[in-house]
Structures are given as C-alpha cells and as structure tokens.
C-alpha cells in the first residue's frame, strides 16, 4: 500500500528517513529516480540514511510504475520519494495508487517562485501540479509531519 508520495530533492535525510517514516507507519521507503537508480555512490549514501527496520528501494520512475502495477509493492507500507515535482508528475500519471503527494522541498532555480518556506517551483510544475490536484490527487505542502496541511491550490 502506497502511504504517502513525498517530492524532496534531498531525497532521503533525516526528516525523511525517521519523522516521515514513522509518522506513516512505512516499512519501506522507494526511491524513484532516473539518475540515482544508476549511481552506486548515491544510493551507497542515501543507504547510510535509512531506518534500520525499513527497506530502501531505488528504481527508476517507469519501473517504479511497473513494480506498483505488478503488486510487488502491495506487502508494504510503501513511502515514495521523488526528487522533483515532474518525476512526481510521471510517477502519479501512471499510477492510479497515488492518491496523496506531499511537496516537501524544492530548489530553487533561475526560473522558479517561492510558495512555501523552501518550496519553490516553475509555471510548468504548477501546471502538473494543478492538473494532478484536479484529477482527485491531494497535494499538501508540508515539510515536517507536524506541521500544518497547506492545500497547493491555496498558495498559488
């Protein structure tokens, strides 16, 4: 069961790795990125962060959507995350599972605008976004479990 899809581009850190990670009863945590699924030194890092009683995954976006599909992922409690809000985009596109993304944290970039305290996105991940929170999907900006739910259409 998928609990929670969170867009961080820090990946996988201590907020993420423990508050998250408990907050939703998560077993297992998949990584679902394009580059890092082939980089033997990032995933030999983000392995440092995890939980010791939780499962880290890493797959690429499509076989992330393939493993979901398959029902592989259906024994776990499963906390995705994704490294920017487009990956995020593809991720939900293709699986009917997803139901509830959190934006967490974004870089900022030349051509992005601040929504939220660290959340900063271009007018082409509005778009995605909003099409998303318009598909049924809840879209939360929130960095901490704790923190307040702040609905995406409401900051922009």
Same mark, same amino acid.
């Given at each position: 069961?998928?609990?929670?899809?969170?867009?961080?581009?820090?990946?996988? &850190?201590?907020?993420?790795?423990?508050?998250?990670? $408990?907050?939703?009863?998560?077993? !297992?945590?998949?990584?679902? @990125?394009?580059?890092?699924?082939?980089? /033997?030194?990032?995933?030999?890092?983000?392995?440092?962060?995890?939980?010791?009683?939780?499962?880290?995954?890493?797959? /690429?976006?499509?076989?992330?959507?393939?493993?979901?599909?398959?029902?592989?992922?259906?024994?776990?409690?499963?906390?995705?995350?994704?490294?920017?809000? &487009?990956?995020?985009?593809?991720?939900? $596109?293709?699986?009917?599972?997803?139901?509830?993304? @959190? *934006?967490?944290?974004?870089? $900022?970039?030349?051509?992005?605008?601040?929504?939220?305290? !660290?959340?900063?996105?271009?007018?082409?991940?509005?778009?995605? *976004?909003?099409?998303?929170? @318009?598909?049924?999907?809840?879209?939360?900006? $929130?960095?901490?479990?704790?923190? !307040?739910?702040?609905?995406?259409? /409401? *900051?922009?």
């Amino acid at each position: 069961m998928i609990k929670m899809t969170r867009i961080d581009y820090r990946l996988l &850190h201590g907020q993420v790795a423990f508050a998250w990670t $408990k907050n939703l009863s998560a077993n !297992a945590i998949l990584i679902a @990125n394009d580059n890092v699924v082939n980089d /033997s030194f990032r995933k030999q890092t983000l392995n440092l962060a995890k939980p010791n009683d939780t499962k880290l995954i890493f797959k /690429s976006i499509d076989d992330s959507i393939a493993a979901i599909k398959s029902g592989v992922t259906d024994k776990y409690n499963v906390f995705i995350v994704v490294e920017n809000v &487009h990956d995020a985009y593809r991720l939900a $596109k293709g699986t009917p599972e997803i139901n509830k993304i @959190n *934006l967490g944290l974004s870089a $900022k970039r030349d051509d992005s605008k601040n929504i939220a305290k !660290a959340v900063y996105v271009t007018d082409e991940e509005i778009k995605e *976004l909003t099409e998303l929170e @318009n598909s049924g999907i809840e879209i939360l900006v $929130k960095q901490a479990p704790n923190d !307040a739910n702040i609905e995406f259409r /409401s *900051l922009v």
